[in-house]
């Protein structure tokens, strides 16, 4: 007897070692779920809402637990994945979608939900292939036999989403015979002597600009090698803190973050270098603001997946672990570079922010504390806005734990599922937040709670979007503001909401410490809401002048 299409999709989702599908079930995409129920090899996680389930895909991947997978059905529930996938389509994070879509039989027919393109219906295909690196729309059952492996290698060989449109006629079609699962291809990368050679002949420092395809390709120990061969100092762009520079891998010589977020002092270390190594980095704006006058005046070098969007000359390298490995290796022995010159002692600088003696905890205080009492191996994974600013710019990455923040569309509420996604694969994780951001998507505390996740949340409560109003402050001389909210009291608000789950509100730091060590050491979810200002000006070179 054949297997169901959906038995068929789990099944190969399974034995090439996924092991959580997130989603939003759904009268169309039911049947993945019933698919997955019997199966202890992998288990269909349930969100509240289908931009978390991206996100959940998305931070399980991006975390390096593997292929994230997320279920959507039709209409509104896969309309609501598309900024996630956007999110991972903008940061090249392999996310695999299968979007549940009405009959066949339907199709162009009036059916509720249609959107097979046909006779004014909503073209799924157009849409999707806009967020994502492939999509196809599966229209008979033998098409799934193809279709599957081809979407997990664009996926995966492409870095994005991949997207499955399966119509729930096809999904319940019966298939004459089991598959087998194929080998996944060696990805391919070019000979990376060009970059060899010109590290053997520079002549003074080497700096080195780390990127996120570093932790994506488990290349963090083979980087470190390759910067105590060069004694070359390392910045990382800012979603990329856990690439370098934490304790084990040349913390001494760190010179912090690139770009808006990031520290003055990495522009110097560039201008005074023979040459400057990007790793695994396009170099976004956002990632590169304030370093263009330096790139300029020294030669740049790339080596990773993608062309950085700075002039350089790039080697293509889709395995950074095996090409950083081979770089080290050549450089050895009579290869080893002779004029490479260990550089100067340059002190950590800061952006200094205008002083602040508003309400509550003061946004550098607070990632002080963080960095004094989260332990090694705890994962972070960051919103967007000033919170998001201060922890980049302040809080330390943990020794062997990732440090997790969404830059390609920026998306507020991304952490909330971004960290439970982690949480399924890794383990403890500490979720840092506004208030802005949790009225979006905060309710996901609740998945995190029914599945008694080590998840602790940081919600900071600023009562606005409070990098809106900063910039209603600076840029519209305050005449005005849209972005206060009225006081609330989150923690108390959750704690009433969700018996059971621990959840306080603090609004000085001595509370705050107190907290953080009861919610780190409680066996589930835990939520910690930290009463701040939202007149405090973050770290963030827009809104600042350059200060040590």
Not at 23 to 42: F, K, M, Q
């Amino acid at each position: 007897m054949g297997q169901r299409v959906v038995d068929h999709i789990v099944g190969y989702l399974a034995a090439i070692g996924v092991g959580h599908i997130f989603g939003v079930d759904g009268a169309n995409i039911e049947d993945i779920y019933d698919a997955a129920h019997p199966r202890a090899d992998i288990t269909a996680v349930l969100a509240k809402h289908e931009f978390s389930a991206a996100t959940m895909a998305d931070g399980y991947s991006r975390s390096g637990c593997g292929l994230g997978v997320v279920a959507a059905t039709s209409g509104g529930g896969c309309l609501n994945t598309v900024p996630g996938l956007g999110e991972a389509y903008a940061s090249g994070v392999p996310v695999l979608a299968l979007i549940g879509q009405a009959p066949t039989t339907l199709d162009g027919r009036g059916a509720f939900q249609d959107t097979s393109g046909r006779n004014g219906a909503l073209d799924a295909s157009a849409l999707f292939s806009a967020v994502s690196v492939f999509c196809r729309r599966v229209t008979t059952p033998e098409d799934i036999v193809s279709a599957l492996p081809a979407a997990v290698a664009a996926a995966r060989g492409e870095r994005g989403p991949a997207v499955l449109l399966l119509p729930k006629d096809v999904q319940q079609s019966v298939l004459s015979c089991s598959i087998p699962v194929g080998e996944r291809p060696a990805p391919q990368s070019a000979d990376p002597r060009p970059i060899v050679q010109v590290l053997r002949e520079a002549v003074g420092p080497v700096t080195i600009i780390a990127g996120e395809q570093v932790a994506r390709d488990d290349a963090r120990d083979e980087l470190e090698a390759l910067r105590a061969m060069l004694r070359a100092r390392v910045a990382t762009v800012p979603g990329a803190k856990d690439a370098a520079g934490t304790p084990g891998r040349g913390s001494s010589s760190a010179l912090g973050i690139t770009g808006v977020m990031g520290h003055p002092g990495v522009a110097d270390a560039v201008a005074a270098s023979a040459l400057c190594l990007l790793v695994g980095t396009r170099l976004s704006v956002t990632s590169r603001a304030g370093l263009e006058a330096a790139l300029a005046s020294v030669p740049v070098y790339s080596i990773g997946r993608a062309r950085p969007f700075v002039d350089s000359r790039h080697v293509h390298s889709a395995d950074l672990k095996a090409s950083l490995a081979t770089v080290t290796a050549a450089l050895r022995g009579e290869g080893r570079p002779a004029h490479i010159r260990v550089p100067e002692t340059l002190a950590r600088t800061r952006l200094a922010p205008p002083p602040h003696d508003g309400p509550g905890v003061r946004y550098r205080a607070a990632m002080t504390m963080l960095d004094r009492l989260l332990p090694d191996d705890t994962d972070i994974v960051v919103d967007a806005g000033n919170i998001g600013a201060a922890a980049i710019h302040h809080l330390s990455a943990r020794r062997n734990g990732r440090f997790v923040v969404a830059l390609g569309m920026g998306g507020m509420g991304y952490s909330f599922g971004a960290g439970i996604g982690m949480a399924f694969g890794r383990g403890r994780t500490v979720v840092i937040a506004g208030d802005g951001s949790f009225y979006m998507h905060g309710m996901e505390i609740h998945t995190a709670r029914q599945y008694r996740l080590p998840i602790t949340f940081l919600l900071f409560d600023n009562h606005a979007h409070a990098m809106c109003v900063t910039r209603e402050q600076t840029f519209y001389g305050g005449r005005y503001t849209y972005n206060r909210f009225a006081p609330s009291r989150i923690g108390a608000g959750l704690s009433a909401m969700l018996p059971g789950l621990p959840a306080v509100d603090v609004d000085n730091l001595d509370a705050f410490s107190e907290a953080l060590t009861a919610a780190l050491s409680t066996d589930g979810a835990s939520v910690i809401s930290v009463d701040c200002s939202p007149d405090e000006i973050p770290p963030f070179a827009p809104f600042l002048t350059r200060s040590s």
